[in-house]
């Protein structure tokens, strides 16, 4: 059974910091692109970040503008996100995703497994 467990949520205040991680047993994600989505109320899931299998290619939405990194360790089967200058706007539930597909990716529906989210309050 398949399961992505994601952490680090939280509560910040503008400009603050979190790192998200997400935990995944039941596959390898060394064999599968690994990204973020983040969905806020009444909104859709957005891109925020993907990163391939070696950890090379890492792509992030617009909206991102240098303020997270993504990276992912094998040895712990894991793929953080690292936020910081975090903004009101950045208000979420935070979705780690799995995707057995090559190249860079921002369809929702493009990725095989998904975690059960975690929500970031960012407060002004």
């Known amino acids: 059974q398949v399961q992505l467990v994601e952490s680090g949520g939280g509560w910040v205040q503008t400009g603050g910091s979190l790192r998200l991680s997400c935990s995944v047993s039941?596959?390898?994600?060394?064999?599968?692109?690994m990204g973020w989505f983040r969905q806020a109320p009444g909104k859709e899931r957005e891109f925020v970040a993907d990163?391939?299998?070696?950890?090379?290619?890492?792509y992030y939405g617009d909206f991102v503008k240098g303020r997270f990194t993504i990276s992912r360790d094998h040895a712990k089967n894991l793929v953080d996100l690292q936020m910081n200058s975090l903004k009101p706007d950045d208000t979420a539930v935070y979705y780690c995703?799995?995707?057995?597909?090559?190249?860079?990716?921002?369809?929702?529906?493009?990725?095989?497994?998904w975690g059960q989210g975690t929500q970031v309050t960012v407060s002004s």
């Open positions: 995703g799995a995707a057995n597909v090559y190249g860079h990716i921002k369809r929702v529906s493009s990725y095989d497994y």
């Open positions: 039941g596959l390898t994600i060394e064999n599968y692109r």
């Open positions: 990163i391939d299998w070696r950890g090379t290619f890492k």
